[in-house]
């Protein structure tokens, strides 16, 4: 038998959840879902589209920038922000407006500085 084949020791971190803990997980999964099911459908679609925009930001603010990753973020901030307008409700100037932002800071990441 390889090294590849043996069975990782058991830390306490990775021991099975007793039928307690893993009741108390089940009672908190059915609590977020009851959470999310009073939220309206727009609140819980603007956050998401904001963790879009987060995560353009972040790979647009590596060093060097992460262009093709922020495209895609900004690709999916931008269907959800354009291809729903008005149904996001009271959230959609913000979105707009967080779209606008970011894809002007991609271009100015993705244009190299001029040398005059």
């Known amino acids: 038998m390889s090294q590849d084949d043996t069975i990782p020791p058991t830390s306490p971190d990775s021991r099975p959840e007793t039928s307690e803990e893993a009741q108390l997980a089940l009672e908190a999964v059915a609590e977020a879902r009851r959470r999310l099911a009073e939220a309206p459908a727009s609140v819980v679609v603007a956050n998401h589209a904001m963790g879009l ?64």
């Open 53 to 116: 925009f987060e995560l353009a930001a972040i790979h647009l603010s590596s060093e060097p920038p992460r262009l093709e990753e922020s495209q895609l973020a900004i690709d999916a901030l931008g269907l959800l922000v354009d291809g729903l307008g008005d149904r996001l409700g009271e959230h959609h100037d913000t979105l707009v407006a967080a779209l606008t932002n970011i894809r002007m800071v991609f271009v100015q990441r993705k244009t190299p500085p001029s040398s005059e």
